[in-house]
């Protein structure tokens, strides 16, 4: 891997870990929470914790992606 893939693929992990921060599913945004597998367990509950109650917010129950 070079030097520039490299870094790309560290920007990435930053970049999705701000994401899932803002969301609400991560609690750090330094990438590292992504690697550990208790973390990413609580981000999938709250994500799917988050899904939930979108579906009970819509009258229809479609979710609204």
């Not at 945004?29 to 799917?48: C, H, I, T, V």
Request: charged residues 50%; proline residues 2%; aromatic residues 0%.
């Amino acid at each position: 891997m070079t030097a520039q893939e490299d870094t790309m693929r560290d920007v990435r992990r930053i970049l999705r870990a701000k994401v899932l921060k803002a969301r609400g599913l991560a609690m750090e945004s330094d990438g590292k929470a992504l690697d550990d597998q208790d973390r990413r367990d609580e981000g999938r509950r709250r994500q799917a914790e988050a899904r939930r109650q979108e579906q009970q917010d819509r009258p229809d129950g479609r979710s609204g992606r």
